[in-house]
């Protein structure tokens, strides 16, 4: 099963939760935002998007749970 993390950067407060959790795929930037490393902008939405498998999955939920302004989502793609 494959899942896509959209991110929606614009909104991202640098609170760092996503990093500490994940620097596999997370990390602020100098900027005070983070990046998703790997993620494509979807120039129709202004959002980040990563396809992630399975093995990926349990930790990128726990890093949606701790972004303090839920701008990090994940979705299950279609098979
Ligand atoms: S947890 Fe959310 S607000 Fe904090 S740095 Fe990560 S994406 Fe940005």
Redesign the pocket.
Known sequence: MAYKII?D?D?????????AISKKF?K?DRDG??ILNGAKLNEETGNYELIIGDGDLKEQEV?VG????A??KLEKMKE
């Open positions: 991110y950067k909104s991202c407060i640098g609170a760092g939760e996503c990093e997370w602020v935002r983070a890093v701790s972004c303090p302004i701008c990090i």
